[in-house]
T-cell receptor, first 112, second 117 residues
Framework: QQPVQSPQAVILREGEDAVINCSSSKALYSVHWYRQKHGEAPVFLMILLKGGEQKGHEKISASFNEKKQQSSLYLTASQLSYSGTYFCGTAINTGTASKLTFGTGTRLQVTL | GAVVSQHPSWVICKSGTSVKIECRSLDFQATTMFWYRQFPKQSLMLMATSNEGSKATYEQGVEKDKFLINHASLTLSTLTVTSAHPEDSSFYIC?????????????FGPGTRLTVL
């Protein structure tokens, strides 16, 4: 089943903060965050692993609550370039058989 | 690093024809490639997973005879939409992953917009 993201959409003024949530019904091994601009491919932002390891963008942070199967992406001091649709991708295992199931998406618009 | 290309970036074809889309990893060896389909304002839906040298694994509901996937080398995978119909019009995106590792990061190509008339 597809992870559910909230909010579905958010409008910010430049400099404001935002939190995007991703909730899964399955136990997760990892959560991957991507940003997609209209008509373009998703761009990798951040990965969080079961056990606390993280890898990703220096200006974006995220958390992963393994017990609740939830992850949150924190965008601070938003810039115009942050606009786009954010997707979480969840994996229930690692290795050759691992694949991502993408969430419902959160559309973020940053204005002046 | 970790660049994935797709070709063509867009294609328009007549109903009943077949269309081939290429996905290449330019600076790494992709042991696994994934093909996704995305309708406007919707999420990415995984169609199939392909490992180099073996048959693709299709997701439930995806017709393997309609969407032919070949992963002949560690840098190239192709998706062929056979006998395309207007309902196949969509944004097709591939992603590639290197040797299995703890983070299993996927890197996405720029996508191919298919329009079937």
């Amino acid at each position: 089943q597809q992870p559910v993201q909230s909010p579905q959409a958010v409008i910010l003024r430049e400099g404001e903060d935002a939190v995007i949530n991703c909730s899964s019904s399955k136990a997760l091994y990892s959560v991957h965050w991507y940003r997609q601009k209209h008509g373009e491919a998703p761009v990798f932002l951040m990965i969080l692993l079961k056990g606390g390891e993280q890898k990703g963008h220096e200006k974006i942070s995220a958390s992963f609550n393994e017990k609740k199967q939830q992850s949150s992406l924190y965008l601070t001091a938003s810039q115009l370039s942050y606009s786009g649709t954010y997707f979480c991708g969840t994996a229930i295992n690692t290795g050759t058989a691992s694949k991502l199931t993408f969430g419902t998406g959160t559309r973020l618009q940053v204005t002046l | 690093g970790a660049v994935v290309s797709q070709h063509p970036s867009w294609v328009i074809c007549k109903s009943g024809t077949s269309v081939k889309i290429e996905c290449r990893s330019l600076d790494f060896q992709a042991t696994t490639m994934f093909w996704y389909r995305q309708f406007p304002k919707q999420s990415l839906m995984l169609m199939a997973t392909s490992n180099e040298g073996s048959k693709a694994t299709y997701e439930q509901g995806v017709e393997k005879d309609k969407f032919l996937i070949n992963h002949a080398s560690l840098t190239l995978s192709t998706l062929t939409v056979t006998s395309a119909h207007p309902e196949d019009s969509s944004f097709y995106i591939c992603s590639a992953r290197g040797q299995p590792e703890r983070t299993d990061t996927q890197y996405f190509g720029p996508g191919t917009r298919l329009t079937v008339l």
